[in-house]
Nanobody, 117 residues
Framework: QVQLVESGGGLVQPGGSLRLSCAAS????????MAWYRQAPGKQRELVAS??????????NYADSVTGRFTISRDDAKKTVYLQMNRLKPDDTAVYYC????????WGQGTQVTVSS
């Protein structure tokens, strides 16, 4: 059974930082492209950042809105992908979802990030 379990969300003040983690099980993690998406209330789910598998050179991509503030990374030995979020803004408030994509796509249950003073 495939599971993606996110953690690390919470309430943070503007300008603060959070680190999200997504632990995978039930998949051969190394071959999967991994990504973080987010969905704010009333908005469509959007791609935040992605890191491709080692077969694809671990290529990294960021949404323009988070470039320079967020950093995605993966640890294939731990089957975990991370999202370091710095200089958070109220507009970053959303549910953040982990995604694994290879021959099939899998999603985590999401973790809430709220940026508010």
């Amino acid at each position: 059974q495939v599971q993606l379990v996110e953690s690390g969300g919470g309430l943070v003040q503007p300008g603060g930082s959070l680190r999200l983690s997504c632990a995978a099980s039930g998949i051969y993690f190394t071959v999967y492209d991994m990504a973080w998406y987010r969905q704010a209330p009333g908005k469509q789910r959007e791609l935040v950042a992605s890191v491709r598998s080692i077969m694809n050179g671990n290529a990294i991509n960021y949404a323009d809105s988070v470039t320079g503030r967020f950093t995605i990374s993966r640890d294939d030995a731990k089957k975990t992908v991370y999202l370091q979020m710095n200089r958070l803004k109220p507009d970053d408030t959303a549910v953040y979802y982990c995604n694994a994509n290879f021959n099939s796509a899998y999603w985590g249950q999401g973790t809430q990030v709220t940026v508010s003073s």
